[in-house]
Nanobody, 128 residues
Framework: QVQLVESGGGSVQAGGSLRLSCAAS????????MAWFRQAPGKEREGLAA????????NYADSVKGRFTISRDNAKNTLYLQMNNLKPEDTANYYC?????????????????????WGQGTQVTVSS
């Protein structure tokens, strides 16, 4: 079955960096949108970055554009989120998710209801 396992979270001071990983198994990752979301206590889940494996296009939320980078290692079936210049407001539980089929030239959107497989999450805490 489809499994997504995140890792790489932790505690860091403002201005620091972290790289999250999401190991995928149980399906062919080359055909589906993949994305990172986060959810802080008392807040709605927020889409951060999406990756279209068919063509490699990416899509970022304004809140992380220029600071976060989504990428994928095909050989390892692993999705990454490089997070730089972290801010206290980035503190949240971070999730990777698999979404709908991806198509060449298309954009993977950041709407959580379109993603039907989720990892367990990894906590990121940024202190000021």
């Amino acid at each position: 079955q489809v499994q997504l396992v995140e890792s790489g979270g932790g505690s860091v001071q403002a201005g620091g960096s972290l790289r999250l990983s999401c190991a995928a198994s149980g399906y062919a990752p080359s055909y589906y949108c993949m994305a990172w979301f986060r959810q802080a206590p008392g807040k709605e889940r927020e889409g951060l970055a999406a990756f279209n494996p068919v063509g490699g296009s990416t899509n970022y939320a304004d809140s992380v554009k220029g600071r976060f980078t989504i990428s994928r290692d095909n050989a390892k079936n692993t999705l990454y989120l490089q997070m730089n210049n972290l801010k206290p407001e980035d503190t949240a539980n971070y999730y990777c998710a698999r979404g709908p089929r991806a198509y060449y030239g298309g954009t993977c959107i950041l709407l959580s209801y379109t993603y039907n497989y989720w990892g367990q999450g990894t906590q990121v805490t940024v202190s000021s």
